[in-house]
């Protein structure tokens, strides 16, 4: 089986972590910083917001006024960094091998742990108590990997819910679209069509779904009749690897953070559990004086402990920084295995080619997740609709 966990709302309870009164206050996590768009909306909200009338993604003038007592936290993207790496190293202890989609919903498939904790609902409650209740974690189980994530979605804080093999239809049919991986303006286009329900999406004849709403369109209808039954890759263990710097006060001057970056980028590469081996992606981060932290990752195209290189990569991103900090922190996310590359002399065999393409593939699913690269299958190269001629299937290696 499959199973999944989902934490709603992690981003505005990680943040919270340092400010637990504001969690049974009305509170919403803000807008992005920057520049942004003309309307900015708000994230998580808690549940006396929620009460009070406030809606996750609700424009922030609408919120304010609908909510005058509303608090704005900001974003912690680095506590959420935290916080998220803290719960999965919990399930790995747990002997859970997980694959993160984003913070706050983790995979896992049971059937290696089903034997250790006597049966497919202790394994569940066994990684819900590895969470923690205090982050109110709901779990799913399935056959298909959308139907995980539609039964943890669905399913009460702590409560684990199991849906039975040749189920998984009948149990999707009556929910809401917003289960969807969809843009807003599919969701209202769908509505104004009558369809408000996945099993009215289901329903629907998948070429006409296809020829009106594209690819994501096709997608979509076939989440809604159950999904794919794809596999759970666990992921590597993180390198673990970091420095951080704290100031005596607030620094904003662009020298200054600049030679902090330089001493913590040497004080990493002179680190012995490093082996050698150079560095796929690099994490910058920084806690704010303002409250709330900021955070930008770096993949680089070719693994390197060059210095100058590395500085070259991140050190543009100290431009980006908000307002002044108070710590600077470096962390490696990502070692590669490799320690150097030999140059040929000749054009090289094919065996060449593909570990250079692997290198490729791994440095785009250190970037972009798992589950981002995919071949392209040919399967019905007659029909006339393009999105049925061919599948994407997920490529691990």
């Known amino acids: 089986m499959i199973a999944c966990v989902v934490i709603p709302g992690f981003e505005l309870r990680a943040a919270l972590r340092s400010r637990p009164r504001l969690a049974l206050e009305p509170a919403a996590l803000s807008p992005l910083p ?55 190293q919990r399930l790995e202890d747990s002997g859970f091998a997980v694959e993160p989609e984003e913070p706050g919903r983790v995979y896992f498939e049971t059937r290696g742990v089903e034997r250790l904790y006597g049966g497919l609902e202790a394994a569940l409650e066994r990684a819900l108590a590895s969470i923690g209740s205090a982050w109110d974690p709901r779990a799913g189980a399935a056959r298909r990997r959308f139907a995980a994530l539609a039964a943890a979605s669905v399913a009460r804080p702590g409560q684990a819910l199991v849906v039975a093999d040749g189920t998984e239809e009948g149990f999707l049919a009556p929910l809401p679209l917003s289960l969807l991986p969809l843009p807003a303006d599919r969701y209202a286009e769908l509505e104004g069509l009558g369809v408000r329900k996945l099993g009215e999406l289901a329903a629907l004849p998948g070429g006409s779904v296809a020829e009106r709403l594209g690819p994501e369109g096709r997608r979509a209808w076939a989440l809604a009749q159950g999904g794919t039954r794809g596999r759970v890759h666990g992921r590597r263990p ?33 680190q012995p559990e490093r082996a050698g081996r150079p560095f796929r992606k690099l994490a910058l981060s920084a806690r704010l004086v303002g409250g709330g932290s900021w955070r930008r990752t770096v993949t680089l195209r070719d693994p390197t402990a060059d210095r100058p290189r590395l500085r070259a990569a991140l050190g543009p991103k100290l431009l980006e920084l908000p307002a002044p900090v108070l710590e600077l922190r470096l962390e490696a996310v990502e070692l590669s295995e490799s320690v150097g590359q030999q140059l040929e002399l000749v054009k090289p065999a094919a065996d060449e080619v593909n570990a250079r393409l692997s290198d490729g593939l791994r440095q785009v699913r250190a970037s972009t997740g798992s589950g981002s690269v995919v071949a392209v299958v040919e399967v019905a190269p007659w029909s006339r609709i393009p999105e049925a001629r061919a599948l994407f299937v997920p490529r691990d290696e």
């Open 34 to 88: 920057g520049p942004g768009s003309v309307s900015p909306l708000v994230g998580a909200v808690t549940a006396a917001a929620e009460f009070a009338g406030v809606q996750p993604g609700m424009r922030l003038g609408e919120a304010l006024a609908t909510c005058p007592t509303l608090v704005l936290v900001e974003q912690d993207p680095a506590a959420v960094e935290r916080e998220w790496e803290g719960a999965l």
């Open 238 to 270: 993180p390198a673990e690897l970091a420095e951080a710097l704290e100031f005596p006060e607030a620094i904003g001057n662009e020298l200054t953070l600049r030679r902090a970056f330089g001493a913590l980028l040497d004080r990493l590469l002179a």
